[in-house]
């Protein structure tokens, strides 16, 4: 079955990095995205990874993958309070790519 | 940059009334689908759509519901009788369908069942 875990909450202080974990349990999962929700609005995509890359950057983001460990995390350098959100891990299977399976979100507090 | 639009923003409606939430996919996307995120829960699939028939659809998606793409850019989703569990955020997403198979988001529908 599919199941994506995530810690509910994450706080930190502004100007540190944050880190945001993410796992998986599906082995055949192909693509790991990232969604940004900010409060009363939409899912943002932010950044994906395809499974056969163990590392994607892009500006302060910074996305690293375990495959072994089924391990995603999210590294947001130079938190702004403008991070504060609820981020969302997600994962489309080999067999499947139209349906997305979500984790519960991490929601991130910066503090100034 | 294209975005996936939905309206209403918010709709309340009665225990068993009827309704349909509408979403504007992006123009060249190919795949349109509907999830539901109930207050503080996951978000949740409910229906993939391609080539005007559902490709998939989730055990939440029972008869109650039902997807139409009446035109060339309107994606709808029919309840046709709401219960208080159906109370939730509705997104509507599209994607072109090819690798890396990015599903861009609406804003949501906030429905309330009362």
């Known amino acids: 079955g599919e199941d994506v875990e995530q810690s509910l909450f994450l706080s930190v202080r502004e100007g540190d990095s944050s880190v945001i974990n993410c796992t998986y349990t599906d082995s055949s999962s192909t693509y790991l995205y990232w969604y940004k929700q900010e409060p009363g609005a939409g899912l943002q995509l932010l950044t994906y990874?395809?499974?056969?890359?163990d590392m994607k950057q892009d500006q302060r983001l910074t996305v690293l993958l375990n495959k072994k460990d089924k391990h995603l995390s999210l590294r947001i350098a130079d938190t702004q309070t403008g991070d504060s959100a609820i981020y969302f891990c997600a994962e489309i299977h080999l067999y499947n790519f139209n349906k997305f399976y979500f984790g519960s979100g991490t929601k991130l507090n910066v503090k100034p | 940059e294209p975005e996936v639009t939905q309206t209403p923003s918010h709709q309340v409606t009665q225990m068993g009334q009827e309704v349909i939430l509408r979403c504007v996919p992006i123009s060249n996307h190919l795949y349109f689908y509907w999830y539901r995120q109930i207050l503080g829960q996951k978000v949740e699939f409910l229906v993939s759509?391609?080539?005007?028939?559902?490709?998939?659809k989730s055990e939440i998606f029972d008869d109650q519901f039902s997807v139409e793409r009446p035109d060339g850019s309107n994606f709808t989703l029919k309840i046709r009788s709401t219960k208080l569990e159906d109370s939730a955020m509705y997104f509507c997403?599209?994607?072109?369908?090819?690798?890396?198979?990015?599903?861009?988001f609406g804003p949501g529908t906030r429905l309330t069942v009362t």
């Open positions: 990874i395809f499974s056969n890359m």
């Open positions: 759509f391609y080539n005007n028939e559902i490709s998939e």
């Open positions: 997403a599209s994607s072109a369908g090819a690798s890396p198979y990015e599903q861009y």
